[in-house]
């Protein structure tokens, strides 16, 4: 049952909007043994993270259109005064699109600061209308991007390469929260 919990916790965590793998992967780095007295390997906790932050996009991406689909339908003032704006914004969005593609949006999603992400990235990938093979693509590869950079972060400060007074370490491992 620990166990069981200790993986929703890494999955609630990296569906967290601002936060996502890049509070998981410490999570489980670093807080799992104190919390659900459980450990796991480094690799499984980075795979369970990935996997939820890549379905988090996938989820986002999908439910958009049904939802502004709705509001159109439904919400004549979203149909008249927002929607032309975002059709709009696509057109004139559309060559920068063309000229960075899913690297453009993979980098965007992979940055591992707040306010990048996989739901943001969704989101943009959306309303520059992306579509959903290309942001698929962008999505993966911006996670993968972010999980190697914070995984490598929490590596280094496991194994003690991170000095005990750094900003970094202090950033990552928070012993009050840690602790309980």
């Known amino acids: 049952m620990q166990l069981f919990l200790a ?6 965590f990296s569906f967290l909007p601002l936060l996502e793998l890049r509070a998981s992967i410490p999570i489980g780095f670093f ?3 104190a919390w659900f007295g459980v450990s796991l390997a480094w690799w499984w906790v980075v795979a369970i993270c990935v996997a939820a932050n890549i379905l988090q996009g996938i989820v986002v991406y999908e439910i958009l259109l049904p939802i502004l689909a709705l509001l159109r339908r439904h919400w004549t003032w979203f149909a008249t005064k927002v929607w032309p704006h975002v059709e709009k914004r696509q057109e004139k969005l559309r060559p920068v699109v063309e000229k960075y593609g899913e690297w453009g949006l993979a980098i965007f999603i992979g940055v591992p600061l707040p306010g990048t992400g996989a739901l943001t990235g969704a989101v943009g990938a959306f309303l520059l209308g992306f579509d959903r093979r290309r942001f698929y693509l962008a999505n993966a590869a911006g996670v993968l991007i ?10 280094l400060i496991q194994e003690g390469a991170v000095a005990e007074d750094s900003w970094l370490r202090s950033l990552f491992l928070n012993e009050k929260l840690i602790q309980h």
């Open 146 to 155: 972010a999980a190697v950079a914070v995984t490598v972060l929490c590596l």
């Open 7 to 12: 993986i929703l916790t890494l999955v609630f």
């Open 31 to 33: 807080a799992l043994h």
